[in-house]
């Protein structure tokens, strides 16, 4: 098992090594640092741009080729991935950033696969029972609410509660508030700034995983093998739990899994709303300020994220299925 | 349900020993769009330890509810009443919780499909071990040893290294000998079997009914048994009980079923089964009609509409199931006139016999030559490699002529059907040679000749409903083909009404979708369908097997009628043996992508050479329990090795009785030289190859 997942992650390395640098490339003739000066007043001259942009590796006079070396020796050698066009490390926004958005999705994606996966199997085992019908219904309602106006509607309510209950627990802006220190205060604030972006993500991200796990229960659910083990002797109940449910939950060990980069990056509406910020927003960031070591560096973050759930997916079906023998 | 139905008294127990199971007044109704449907209207028996009750009756009959019923595995939409006394605790009303406690433990049960039945993801030892802790206080280690013992039991060789494989690496019987050790894990007192062997292979089902018969032997449990097939009853049950239309309709001990059947059904049921009983060929006889839909039942017995017998008070009253002197329980109000012999439960009715003479002497349609067909075997996920090569089908050749049958017989995996499907395929084979209607299919380049030879050739699929397009109505399903081959509208018109007055459909049917018609209907669509470019070659692949006995017949007089009528020729591919004999006036039997014989029907069935021939022939259960359990057996051991590893000589080597017994120097043939087809003498047309006979 160490060996095959050495392996795997030996080849996930390459991958994510050849997809950063196609990235570069792809950023430097994409994203134009120079642009960046063209608003401001006094006008700056070529030569100026060109001197500012110099020390961060980005002078578009310099011939692509050499920029990319140093910035691939930079990253090779002192996992240095280079700074913004203004001169901000980008090592330091990724560390700082990736923080705040594991915060935020850490919880809520835990949040949605059991919430998803619990109501997928209870509503599966009730097909069309009053209690399938209403969860249905709710899923496909809230599946169908963009993010940003659930996020709204969220925020709304919370300002109503807060408002009534005479409390102002909940927060609708920011991850911390400032002035709070010692350990325990710090922890406990940042939890309840955490309360409504939660709440939103997980909403935006249990639907799914309920609509398919109860379908994918629903295919193994009458299947005649989950009839032998209650003829063994088992309730309707424990055969559906320990062999329905096992290998109905295959696919969607995958699906989490694979999901753990997109959702990482992917909050952006949220963490806009809520004012977080985190990995998605910088995603944008870096795009719109023409910030190519930015860019690439979220993408090498993506691609690694990539590799660790891929593994994950492998592991989790091992586990899950005991004839995939691994070789 | 609150009626006061008389539960009929049961026959006096000979031993005098109490039931282990009392089944009372069962019945069970499910919901369904057009009203409940009663699936079991009042089933009663009583099963005494250590004795087999067979159940038969025909698909919706109500025998797999009665069984999922007795279990308490009834999906919760279903409605149960009545009693099931298990040791004297009535299991109908308990919850899941205490029914839980019974399933597994007091009663064990075997399913239809082994492939299906047993969780993928579970090794057998720890299905069996599951099932044993579930009612005992075990140590996983010594639940394990039991589970290797059982499986020993069942007859797998080497059960401790077999115990750690999982359902996939083992075969149909092997799996099924494993579902028949969970049953009986736990030592239950009652066995359920719901149609055990009807998914196997008829040389693994004789082997698998003896793993049955032992196991009961080992537990003492009192056996039900149901199926759809009188030979397996005749040879393992004690009593029958006859089931139509949710109701038993006569119940009785074996000899005295099989000897006269009473209720007009059982007579005719046994009237309308194939048999490959020496002797002569007996025609068969259908039973005209399809049975009841459980829905709203008009009064009167619901057989009266396809009885020969019935009397206008049947049409009035259901009779209840009573005593018959000297017999057993009948529901029929004629039951003491058939039981004296002064009535024929069959009417009358004139036994449709097939053509006398066969002319073989047509045209040849298709000639097939040394046909060689390999599938490679690959391994790895990104590179496949080649790591070996599976001989489906090696060096196999027949005739076929105008207005003729040929049967393809063998086990799953003999490589009957890639027979079929290469002389399908109008394409230049990897070996040999395929000529259709005079034309070397490798010869044909151009796609308008092609096609022009596929309207030659047309298949009649195995399960009708799945051939057919649900979203079709049966008028556009027969335009298809017609349109293929740029008819226009108004011949294609006249010609579907042609069609369906051919197979015996009433031109209504054009209008019905395939869902909306019965098993036997969407067959004869599916053959109207293959008829449409007026074919000269119709292969069909297992026509019959997704058909009722009762069906079955019709279909098969109507297979015989047409190509009467057309002069078709027919090559068939079927396991049932049985129905082989009665459309085929050839038969090619395959071993392993061999024809290890060939021959004229008669001529096989009475004088079989081959030793697999002969095995495969003496497998098959004959309805008819005196010859049944008494007649010798050649019950072949193992099963079909894979075609990836022939052996040198002949394949069939590793199973071969013959072998076993032979003198060295024969042997030392049978493994290295692979025999070639010997003409047996005075029986022109009959060949084999075997090197010990």
Request: hydrophobic share 45%; charged share 20%; proline share 6%.
């Amino acid at each position: 098992m160490v060996r095959y997942v050495t392996r795997k992650a030996l080849g996930w390395l390459l991958m994510i090594v050849v997809a950063t640098n196609a990235t570069y490339f792809l950023a430097s003739w994409f994203l134009d640092p120079r642009s960046n000066f063209k608003e401001l007043r006094p006008v700056r001259s070529e030569e100026q741009i060109d001197r500012a942009l110099a020390p961060y590796n980005l002078d578009p006079s310099v011939p692509l080729v050499h920029r990319w070396w140093d910035w691939f020796t930079g990253v090779f050698l002192r996992f240095d991935w280079g700074k913004s066009p203004t001169g901000v490390s980008v090592n330091g926004e990724i560390g700082y950033r990736s923080l705040i958005s594991a915060e935020l999705v850490v919880i809520a994606t835990v949040l949605s696969v059991v919430i998803g996966v619990a109501l997928g199997v209870y509503t599966a085992s009730r097909q069309y029972g009053w209690a399938d019908r209403v969860t249905q219904a709710v899923s496909i309602a809230v599946f169908n609410i963009p993010t940003s106006v659930a996020a709204l509607a969220v925020v709304f309510v919370a300002i109503w509660l807060n408002q009534h209950a005479g409390l102002h627990f909940l927060y609708v802006a920011g991850e911390n508030s400032p002035n709070v220190e010692g350990l325990l205060p710090t922890v406990g604030d940042r939890l309840l700034h955490l309360i409504l972006p939660t709440l939103t993500l997980t909403l935006m991200g249990y639907v799914g995983y309920h609509l398919t796990q109860r379908a994918l229960l629903l295919d193994t659910i009458n299947a005649e093998f989950v009839r032998t083990a209650q003829a063994t002797g088992l309730t309707r109940t424990q055969a559906i739990r320990r062999h329905a449910l096992r290998a109905a939950l295959i696919p969607t060990a995958a699906s989490v899994a694979f999901s753990i980069p997109s959702i990482f990056t992917g909050a952006i509406i949220t963490e806009t709303i809520f004012g977080w910020n985190g990995m998605g927003r910088y995603f944008i960031q870096t795009i719109s300020k023409n910030d190519v070591h930015g860019t690439v560096a979220t993408a090498a973050f993506a691609a690694a994220l990539t590799a660790i759930g891929a593994i994950l997916a492998d592991i989790a079906t091992v586990f899950l299925d005991p004839r995939v023998r691994v070789s | 349900m609150t009626l006061a139905t008389t539960v009929p008294t049961q026959p006096a127990t000979p031993t005098g020993a109490t039931p282990v199971l009392s089944v009372r007044d069962l019945r069970i109704s499910f919901p369904s769009e057009a009203g409940p449907v009663q699936a079991v209207r009042g089933v009663s028996f009583d099963l005494l330890p250590g004795r087999t009750l067979g159940i038969v009756g025909e698909s919706g009959s109500g025998k797999s509810a009665t069984a999922m019923g007795i279990m308490g595995l009834l999906p919760p939409t279903a409605d149960l009443r009545g009693q099931v006394l298990l040791g004297g605790r009535d299991l109908v009303g308990l919850g899941d919780k205490a029914l839980s406690e019974v399933r597994g433990n007091a009663i064990g049960m075997v399913f239809q499909d082994p492939l299906s039945a047993l969780t993928p993801i579970f090794s057998v030892g720890r299905l069996l071990s599951d099932a044993l802790r579930v009612h005992q206080d075990l140590s996983k280690r010594a639940a394990w040893e039991q589970a290797v013992e059982l499986l020993g039991l069942v007859g797998i060789p080497d059960p401790r290294e077999r115990a750690k494989s999982f359902p996939h690496e083992f075969s149909g019987g092997m799996r099924q000998r494993v579902v028949i050790a969970m049953a009986i894990a736990n030592k239950p007192s009652v066995l359920v079997a719901d149609e055990p062997t009807t998914a196997l292979d008829v040389t693994v089902q004789a082997q698998i009914l003896d793993v049955l018969r032992l196991a009961q032997r080992e537990t003492g449990a009192g056996l039900v048994l149901i199926t759809h097939d009188l030979g397996v009853v005749a040879g393992h049950a004690d009593d029958i009980a006859v089931m139509y239309a949710g109701r038993f309709v006569e119940q009785a001990g074996v000899r005295e079923l099989f000897r006269r059947p009473t209720m007009p059904y059982t007579a005719r049921l046994l009237a309308a089964v194939p048999t490959v009983d020496s002797g002569v060929h007996r025609p068969l006889v259908p039973i005209g009609g399809e049975p009841p839909r459980l829905v709203d039942l008009p009064p009167g017995c619901p057989f009266a509409s396809r009885c020969a017998v019935a009397l206008d008070a049947c049409r009035t009253d259901e009779p209840e199931l009573r005593e018959v002197t000297g017999h057993g329980h009948v529901a029929c109000v004629r039951a003491d006139e058939i039981a004296d012999g002064s009535l024929d439960p069959a009417g009358g009715v004139a036994p449709v016999h097939r053509a006398a003479e066969r002319s073989g002497t047509g045209e040849v349609v298709l000639r097939v030559e040394d046909l060689v067909k390999t599938f490679p075997i690959t391994k790895g996920a990104l590179l496949k490699r080649r790591v070996g090569t599976l001989r489906a089908v090696n060096g196999v050749g027949f005739e076929l002529r105008a207005g003729e049958t040929l049967g393809l017989v063998g086990e799953s995996g003999s490589g009957k059907t890639t027979t079929l499907l290469e002389v399908l395929r109008l394409r230049k084979p990897e070996g040999g040679r395929i000529e259709i209607a005079g034309t070397d299919v490798s010869t044909v380049e151009t796609t308008a000749r092609k096609r022009e030879l596929r309207r030659d050739v047309q298949i009649v699929m195995q399960d009708p409903l799945g051939a057919l397009d649900p979203r079709l109505p049966v008028f556009d399903l027969l335009a298809e083909p017609l349109q293929a081959i740029g008819r226009d509208r108004e011949s294609i018109r006249s010609r579907i009404a042609e069609l369906l007055a051919l197979v015996g459909l009433d031109p209504s049917v054009g209008d019905r979708f395939p869902a909306a018609l019965s098993g036997g209907q969407r067959q004869r669509v599916g053959i109207a369908r293959a008829l449409a470019t007026e074919p000269k070659l119709l292969a069909l692949d297992e026509p019959l097997s997704a058909l009722d006995v009762s069906v079955q017949a019709g279909v098969i007089n109507l297979l015989a009628r047409l190509q009467r009528e057309l002069g078709l020729a027919y090559l068939v591919v079927a396991h049932d043996l049985a129905v082989v004999r009665y459309v085929s006036d050839r038969i090619a039997v395959m071993y392993l992508g061999h024809i290890v014989e060939t021959g004229d029907t008669e001529t096989i069935f009475a004088d079989p050479k081959h030793p697999y021939t002969r095995a495969l022939l003496s497998a098959i259960p004959v309805p008819d329990p005196e010859r049944e359990r008494t007649r010798e057996r050649v019950v072949l051991q193992g099963e079909q090795p894979s075609a990836a590893r022939l052996p040198a000589g002949c394949a069939f080597v590793d199973r071969c009785p013959l072998y076993r017994l032979a003198a060295d120097d024969v042997r030392e043939r049978c493994r290295t030289e692979r025999p070639a087809p010997a003409e047996v003498a005075g029986q022109p047309g009959h060949q084999y190859a075997c090197h010990a006979v």
